[in-house]
Nanobody, 114 residues
């Protein structure tokens, strides 16, 4: 059973920054690719950023150059540094494996608004 706990969301003005964190339970964390996803109101959940077991990263075009994903295998954590935030980044953000495990955490709300 995998448990995922996301934190770090909040309300931020356009152009601001937030750092999201996710702690994952379970064994063998280091062998899985991990990802951040987001779901905006009325939209499907989308993949935002991925980091594989070797630390290679990939990003959705909409966040490339603004977001940075990282992981700490010793702590079973994956982070998302978000800079230059835009109103369209407003969403609930989730972490999960990639491909996703069926069990999702509660997510963390990010709201970008003036």
């Amino acid at each position: 059973q995998v448990q995922l706990v996301e934190s770090g969301g909040g309300l931020v003005q356009p152009g601001g920054s937030l750092r999201l964190s996710c702690t994952a339970s379970g064994s063998f964390f280091s062998i899985y690719a991990m990802a951040w996803y987001r779901q905006a109101p009325g939209k499907q959940r989308e993949l935002v950023a991925v980091i594989n077991s070797r630390g290679s990263t990939n990003y959705a075009d909409s966040v490339k150059g603004r977001f940075t994903i990282s992981r700490d295998n010793a702590k079973n954590t994956v982070n998302l540094q978000m800079n230059s935030l835009k109103p369209e980044d407003t969403a609930v953000y989730y972490c999960n494996r990639q491909p996703a495990h069926p069990s999702w955490g509660q997510g963390t709300q990010v709201t970008v608004s003036s």
